[in-house]
């Protein structure tokens, strides 16, 4: 009886030996295994068999990508400004065995190497520059960290400035900057709208007083065609009005001549003309010699007839 208990408990001792010697690697793990204290071997992702007593997982390995925040470091700039800035590290364990057995304690390396690389990067640059270069410096530690964590099996996909943190004095005068920096900038709107005015309104009154000029200018112009115009035509009309006399003048004396009269006859008629032309204002005319004659023969005759 006593031999069937021990040959059970045997059994079931194999049994539960036999089941811790069966692993699983789960997705995105590793296991180190290691043979009487020396590395055997790297498991990846299914089941394993480990041989009892003698195999034994070192380490158990997460692939995923990992977030390290950092807590705010103390860095002094090249103008001599202490700040602090905290850091956002992405990294993924490449290599499961230089990951076991490269660093004794991996994220407190990567700390301190972030540390001691962000004062090198921080100390090459002024305080303005490192508030503008956020990008620079992500850059820069990305570089620094991936090749110095290499030998860990570590690469560094992404390094990433959380908080810059200047001194109160710095934030205050940088407060007191950007407000003076923003009453320049509305102090020079105003001015620019207030000159966009001016130069709006000069160009208004220019343009209203060339407009009043060309209008001086056609009605000037205007007046001139009409009063041409008007004299155009009262000389047209002394001209026909002349050319009228001396039509009825023509007439005249054809029709005189038409009518046999002698030359007496036509020097009367001269005389009448010149009676007209005196019209009674002329203070002096002088009459030619064959009217004077004429006059004289009609003196005569006017006593022979009395």
């Known amino acids: 009886m006593g031999g069937v208990i021990a040959l059970v408990v045997v059994l079931i001792l194999a049994v539960i030996i036999l089941m811790s010697c069966i692993k699983i690697v789960p997705q995105a793990h590793a296991y180190v295994v290691e043979r009487l204290?020396?590395?055997?071997?790297?498991?990846?992702?299914?089941?394993?068999?480990?041989?009892?007593?003698?195999?034994?997982?070192a380490k158990r390995v997460v692939l995923k990508e990992q977030v390290v925040d950092f807590a705010p470091q103390p860095v002094i700039t090249k103008d001599n400004v202490t700040m602090r800035i905290d850091t956002v590290v992405f990294f993924q364990i490449t290599d499961p065995k230089l990951f076991a057995y490269g660093v004794e304690n991996p994220i407190m390396a990567i700390?301190?190497?972030?540390?001691?690389?962000?004062?090198?990067?921080?100390g090459e640059m002024e305080l303005d520059q490192t508030l503008t270069s956020r990008e620079v410096i992500n850059t820069k530690m990305r570089a620094s960290l991936d090749i110095a964590t290499d030998p860990w099996g570590i690469k560094v996909n992404r390094v990433e400035l959380k908080n810059i943190i200047p001194p109160a004095a710095?934030?205050?005068?940088?407060?007191?900057?950007?407000?003076?920096?923003?009453?320049?900038r509305e102090a020079i709107l105003r001015a620019e709208g207030e000159k966009k005015s001016t130069i709006?309104?000069?160009?208004?009154q220019k343009e209203s007083a060339i407009l009043e000029a060309e209008a001086e200018k056609q009605s000037a112009i205007l007046r001139a065609e009409a009063e041409k115009e008007k004299m155009i035509r009262e000389a047209e009309g002394e001209a026909e009005a002349i050319?009228?006399?001396?039509k009825a003048t023509a007439d005249g004396i054809r029709m005189i001549r038409e009518a046999?009269?002698?030359?007496?006859?036509?020097?009367?008629?001269?005389?009448?003309?010149?009676?007209?032309?005196?019209?009674?204002?002329?203070?002096?005319?002088?009459?030619?010699?064959?009217?004077?004659?004429?006059a004289g023969l009609a003196a005569s005759a006017k006593e022979i007839l009395k």
């Open 243 to 246: 050319l009228k006399v001396q």
């Open 37 to 57: 204290g020396a590395y055997q071997q790297t498991w990846s992702v299914g089941l394993h068999i480990k041989v009892p007593f003698i195999d034994t997982v």
């Open 200 to 204: 709006l309104v000069a160009e208004g």
């Open 260 to 294: 046999g009269a002698d030359e007496a006859v036509l020097k009367i008629k001269s005389l009448e003309a010149f009676e007209k032309a005196a019209d009674g204002q002329a203070t002096k005319i002088i009459i030619p010699s064959e009217i004077q004659g004429l």
């Open 170 to 184: 710095i934030q205050d005068a940088m407060e007191k900057q950007m407000k003076a920096e923003r009453e320049r």
């Open 111 to 122: 700390e301190n190497l972030t540390a001691t690389t962000l004062r090198n990067i921080i």
